[in-house]
């Protein structure tokens, strides 16, 4: 199975909106609504930020936010802070019961 | 303090085998599903295998799959993979990780241990 597709990198300023694309088939992404989002900072473990699409963990800001359209979900952080400066990776599970990644997109704050 | 420690990583030749630990605690262990996440340098991450909290399913990626096992002692709130014939693209920092609430998401993380296949 091939990795669900993000864009190598996005930047934003301070302050801004940014959103990162997951594209997948109906296979995965498209099939289900357990796609899930994670933010790693270098040398440390990620972390969860949305599971379920749309949903936040304890303690995620609500400035976190995901959504799904066909084949396609996103993750949304507006008000960008310069702590969020990281990789970000979406996942879901697919009809294989499997799991599969995104390529990552490193987020850079201007 | 919910917490995963994993152990067991080295530097291996192709052909080896190895096998990683992942100790847990602060939760009640069997309760959940426990994955393998592995991250080759400087490279993205991959899902590798799932074991379900009675350790009755197991499922693998294609990647893996007949080379490595996942099981788990429950008695010792401990998760294992064992991974045999090892080639060098197996190279990575492995993860053990949580199930959050059935939904295939990742909420508690471990360090990882590093694994190096190389002649």
Known sequence: ?110 | EVQLVESGGGMIQPGGSLRLSCAASGFTFDDYAMHWVRQAPGKGLEWVSLISGDGGNTYYADSVQGRFTVSRDNSKNSLYLQMNSLRPEDAALYYCAKDYEATDAFDVWGQGTMVTVSS
């Not at chain 1, 697919?94 to 490193?106: D, E, I, P």
């Open chain 1, 1 to 110: 199975q091939s990795a669900l597709t993000q864009p190598a990198s996005v930047s934003g300023s301070p302050g801004q909106s940014i959103t990162i694309s997951c594209t997948g088939t109906s296979r995965d992404v498209g099939g289900y609504n357990y796609v899930s989002w994670y933010q790693q900072h270098p040398g440390k473990a990620p972390k969860l930020m949305i599971y379920e699409v749309s949903n936040r963990p304890s303690g995620v800001p609500d400035r976190f936010s995901g959504s799904k359209s066909g084949n396609t979900a996103s993750l949304i952080i507006s008000g960008l802070q310069a702590e969020d400066e990281a990789d970000y990776y979406c996942s879901s599970y697919t009809s294989s019961t499997t799991v599969l990644f995104g390529g990552g997109t490193k987020l850079t704050v201007l």
